[in-house]
């Protein structure tokens, strides 16, 4: 008897890409079978994703199934937070994709705080203040194109408006609506009065669904394409909650640091802490598995040494620059990595020295200075926020679970122990994909739970320790 495919597709700020999954004597295999590049680019004036060309790569990984003969039982689609679409009455996008890091959400918290207070709006959502959070990017739509907020009859977030195209199914998953600061964390559902507050159309938000919700099977013009037909099934599919399920820890007191674009740093509450202390720390309620919480707080991560790589006239690896950093470890500048100054730059590289020139310390000149910088100062910046969660929960904690990409980067991990003085355990650097393929996997009944998953993923997968 064949092994049983899952596929799952994992869309991230720079790149995609396509991962089967199947399991093996109890352990979760994986492989990737297709990877492509994504960013936003300027269109009509502001940040935007390419929204069609992102569908046809999905379909371009999904025809490497057929042509490998492993045709996935079920896929999914998990992509980051906040950004979304419009639909209109015909079921067709209105207007382009903006990104997050578009400059149209600039002002528009103090529109929002207009009408109701950050503490009131934190106490009903119990969502971190970003300003390119989905109410805000609502804000900016009504303040600027008020003729599209007219013409909406759905708003769909990214992954939900991709399994839409692949099944002609509009369906709201539960973790990416939480993120946008308009979802209730007693209820669940939508804050309908805080949408009407607002002045944006109630209409357009859809009834939400948990992860492991089936979407529909693929449209016929799709499965003709793609050489096969296959369900599309829900995972979590805002990328840090599939990341978090991919946790190998069955401890329910743990440390995680999801580690790539951004660094996500928490742990998991079963009910949202949505107090005003939270608040003033910017710590974020955002919804997971299994309605647990997501109580965590954003930090800018790897987003600052990927835009500096991409700067340098050298085309370095991460491993060189990890290891160039090391070599100038003594270097002595620590800087702000949440300063809104590293957000979205013309060039990260002056960014980083303006604000070390602002704050009279000493400017990074080489690759491995710039790096070092950037890797003290996020360590720096862990070990900071490792001190709040224990104060916040009233908890102490004595392990830290990082996951994802910068799992890998070991300089990082010794930096994190010593700032932290917290044993931590690294990998798998696969975890939003491994939590997207665990969510299908217990939909379909081939894992018990989440807690089962985690044990699978813990013995599928090598975990390196670090300790100060």
């Known amino acids: 008897m064949g092994n049983t495919y899952y596929l799952a597709v994992d869309i991230g700020a720079s790149s995609g890409r396509h991962i089967l999954g199947h399991l093996e004597d109890g352990k979760m295999v994986l492989e990737e079978i297709y990877r492509f590049d994504n960013g936003m680019k300027p269109k009509n004036g502001h940040l935007c994703w390419d929204a069609e060309g992102l569908f046809g790569e999905i379909k371009a990984g999904m025809k490497r199934c057929k042509e490998l003969g492993k045709i996935p039982a079920s896929m999914g689609v998990d992509t980051w937070a ?151 099934m829900q995972p979590a599919t805002h990328d840090t909650a599939s990341a978090v399920l991919a946790v190998p820890s069955t401890e329910e007191d743990v440390i995680y640091i999801s ?42 991560g790897l987003w600052m040494i990927q835009s500096v790589r991409k700067e340098l006239p050298v085309k370095y690896s991460y491993a060189e620059l990890c290891r160039m950093a090391e070599e100038v470890s ?71 679970h990082v996951v994802g990409g910068g799992s890998n980067a070991d300089y990082l991990n010794e930096l994190t122990a010593w700032y932290t003085k917290k044993e931590v355990l690294a990998g798998p650097g696969e975890a939003t994909a491994l939590g997207n393929l665990a969510a299908q996997m217990i939909a379909a009944g081939e894992l018990k739970d989440i807690w089962d998953a985690r044990v699978c993923i813990r013995n599928s997968f090598e975990i390196r320790s670090f300790r100060a």
């Open 82 to 232: 906040v950004d979304y679409v419009l639909l209109d009455k015909n079921g067709e996008r209105l207007g382009d994709a903006v990104g997050y890091r578009d400059k149209r959400t600039e002002g528009m918290d103090h529109k929002v705080y207009e009408i109701i207070s950050p503490e009131e709006l934190y106490g009903r959502t119990g969502i971190q203040k970003q300003i390119f959070n989905t109410i805000y990017q609502l804000m900016a739509v009504k303040e600027q194109q008020p003729e599209l907020m007219e013409k909406a009859e759905r708003l769909l977030m990214l992954p939900d408006y991709f399994h839409y195209l692949l099944t002609g199914v509009a369906k709201t998953e539960y973790t990416n609506a939480t993120s946008g600061q308009l979802v209730s964390p007693a209820t669940k559902d939508w804050d309908y009065e805080l949408i009407e507050r607002l002045g944006y159309k109630k209409e357009i938000f859809g009834p939400i669904s948990l992860p492991g919700t089936v979407v529909g099977p693929l449209k016929k013009e799709v499965a003709d394409e793609v050489g096969f037909s296959c369900m599309v």
């Open 259 to 300: 580690s790539g674009t951004w660094s996500l740093m928490g742990t998991e509450l079963k009910e949202a802490d949505c107090r005003e202390e939270s608040r003033r720390a910017n710590f974020t309620n955002e919804g997971g598995v299994d309605y647990r919480f997501r109580f965590l707080k954003n930090i800018m």
């Open 330 to 400: 003594a270097f002595p500048t620590v800087i702000d990595v949440n300063d809104q100054s590293f957000l979205s730059p013309d060039s990260m590289i002056e960014a980083i020295k303006e604000y070390c020139r602002k704050h009279d310390q000493a400017v990074p000149e080489t690759p491995g200075e710039l790096a070092a910088v950037i890797y003290q100062s996020l360590a720096r910046s862990y070990g900071e926020t490792v001190w709040e969660i224990e104060e916040l929960t009233g908890k102490t904690y004595d392990k830290i």
